[in-house]
């Protein structure tokens, strides 16, 4: 089933009804407009842009502005990406620094009052799902995107797996199928939005009953898609507090 | 083990429990979820793949030089030392509890391709989750200090975790990246990168070059005293997780950018860094690389 995915301007229009100062450039998306008496922050990526150096520190950039303004301004990180930008030149300057430096800022925004949202709306995958879309408090996801961590062809060639037999498999195994049904079921995504209703009051609910804690580990049991993982985090914990 | 042959072992030739064994006091490590409890991978056998009664991971709690400390040690010998449900889960379990415990420090001995793509969900959302967990570590002022010179390097999403840490130390052969050569070149082509050819992939990831430009904070003889000895440096002197610190990394990784963002090659910047003769830097004994690193304002610093 493949339904057609929102676009960020459809996005930007149902969240601001009364205009936005939300723009993209080279595929970043940075900006705000009103939102509950205060404003929302956005950041993100559109257009299934990978993600390099020079973008996760523009984005930390922003993030990190918004955490010196005090404001507390709840941030959605809205993503429509690629996965990391695969170069030498990436690698060679520090893309793991530089894709960590972001989810930081955006953990550290979290811990000083700002409420972190993502959403996605398109594609992600890999490293730049990871420090964008995963390092927010709650993640949604609207119907139509497709997050990934690699695609079934290359899974294929990595696993010397025919690609016919994972794609039967896929259908029954959750853990490791590509797609929003699957993520949702590991706990990654917490709800998937109504695309027809307006996003505003969507997501000023999922602020007003922000998780306390990290719950994808419970969500990923509660759905099946991710079975022991809680229980063994636990247990882990568990025996070392026991010390 | 104990006395020489224990301060010699090659990190880089060691089982993840052989490092354990040799890092900590003696008889000071206790796991957790340990073998015994045969906690294996749900998943792997619908790929008739072996299973591990570990998971390829060892998490628990130890001395180091009198201090107590937790401690996770992939191996990479084992799926690549890659992150599957268990794996990651017991990693994540061992960070939360740190966060209440609050242990000396968190060691993090990172051996691993990445993302276990069997378990890829599940792997994918665990380095997540273990990224949240360090941050509420450190913020709750325990450092988490990452030791890389294993034989799967560290890649994938063990780069993004590489870089949460608080310090990182790394030996000649701890690669870290985020795309592995076989990925950038599979995706992008040899022309981009050629990941038969050796040299230039130590150049790029490898642990001379991650030092040298400040992306580690210490660098190691290939034996687990050196890597003890760097622990213990690295503890004391851990930065804390606050907005100063991450303004200040901001600075520098964009400095970075404007200064070296033209280099094609590993030994420009180097160069550029000030090293004197850059082609020496490969063969370069310990000794001699420290004294090089010495010289280089970018290398040391508490942007992290």
């Known amino acids: ?243 | 083990m104990a006395g020489p042959d224990r301060d010699r072992l090659s990190w880089y030739e060691a089982s993840a429990r052989q490092r354990l064994d040799a890092l900590l006091d003696p008889g000071s490590f206790t796991e957790a979820l340990g073998p015994a409890e045969r906690r294996m991978s749900p998943h792997l056998p619908l790929f008739d793949l072996p299973r591990a009664f570990d998971d390829g991971i060892v998490v628990g709690a130890g001395v180091l030089d009198g201090k107590a400390v937790f401690v996770a040690a992939q191996e990479g010998r084992f799926m690549g030392g890659a992150f599957g449900e268990v794996h990651g889960a017991k990693l994540v379990g061992l960070l939360r509890a740190a966060v209440a415990a609050k242990p000396a420090a968190v060691l993090l001995l990172l051996d691993t391709g990445g993302v276990r793509l069997q378990e890829a969900n599940a792997g994918e959302t665990a380095i997540a989750e273990a990224m949240r967990a360090i941050v509420e570590a450190r913020a709750a002022g325990v450092p988490v200090v990452g030791l890389i010179g294993g034989r799967a390097g560290c890649f994938g999403g063990g780069g993004l975790i590489a870089g949460t840490c608080s310090r990182l130390a790394v030996s000649e052969g701890g690669r870290i990246s985020v795309s592995g050569p076989e990925v950038i070149e599979t995706n992008k082509g040899a022309e981009e990168f050629d990941s038969r050819d050796r040299a230039l992939v130590w150049r790029t990831m490898g642990g001379k070059h991650r030092r040298l430009i400040g992306g580690a904070d210490a660098f190691c003889a290939d034996t687990v005293a050196a890597f003890r000895e760097a622990a213990l440096r690295l503890i004391a002197d851990a930065p804390a997780f606050d907005l100063d610190t991450l303004v200040a990394e901001q600075d520098r990784l964009q400095a970075r950018l404007d200064r070296f963002g033209d280099c094609r090659d590993a030994t420009d910047i180097w160069a550029r860094l000030g090293v004197n003769d850059p082609d020496a830097v490969p063969a370069m004994d310990t000794p001699a690389f420290e004294e090089t690193v010495a010289h280089l304002r970018e290398a040391t610093h508490d942007a992290r």
């Open chain 1, 1 to 243: 089933m493949t339904r057609a995915k929102t676009t960020l301007a459809e996005i930007l229009a149902s969240l601001f009804p009364g205009g936005h100062a939300v723009t993209v450039a080279n595929g970043l998306i940075a900006g705000d407009g009103p939102f509950e008496g205060g404003r929302l922050r956005v950041i993100g990526i559109d257009g299934d842009t990978p993600l390099g150096i020079e973008g996760a520190l523009a984005l930390a950039g922003h993030v990190l502005d918004a955490v010196r303004s005090g404001d507390r301004a709840p941030i959605l990180v809205a993503v429509d990406s690629d996965s990391q930008r695969m170069s030498r030149r990436d690698e060679l300057l520090g893309l793991n620094e530089c894709l960590a430096h972001l989810a930081k800022a955006l953990l550290l925004a979290d811990r000083h009052g700002h409420p972190t949202v993502g959403l996605l709306y398109g594609h992600s995958a890999a490293g730049a799902f990871i420090a964008t879309a995963l390092a927010t408090r709650v993640l949604a996801a609207l119907p139509g995107a497709n997050p990934s961590v690699m695609d079934l062809p290359s899974v294929a060639r990595v696993t010397k797996l025919p690609l016919d037999k994972l794609q039967e498999m896929a259908k029954s195994t959750q853990v490791f199928a590509p797609g929003l049904d699957n993520m949702r079921a590991a706990g990654a995504v917490h709800a998937v939005l109504d695309p027809a209703a307006p996003l505003g009051p969507q997501i000023r609910d999922l602020i007003a009953t922000l998780p306390e804690r990290d719950g994808r580990d419970r969500l990923g049991r509660e759905r099946g898609g991710r079975p022991v993982a809680e229980e063994i985090a636990a247990t882990v914990a568990g025996q070392l507090r026991g010390r």
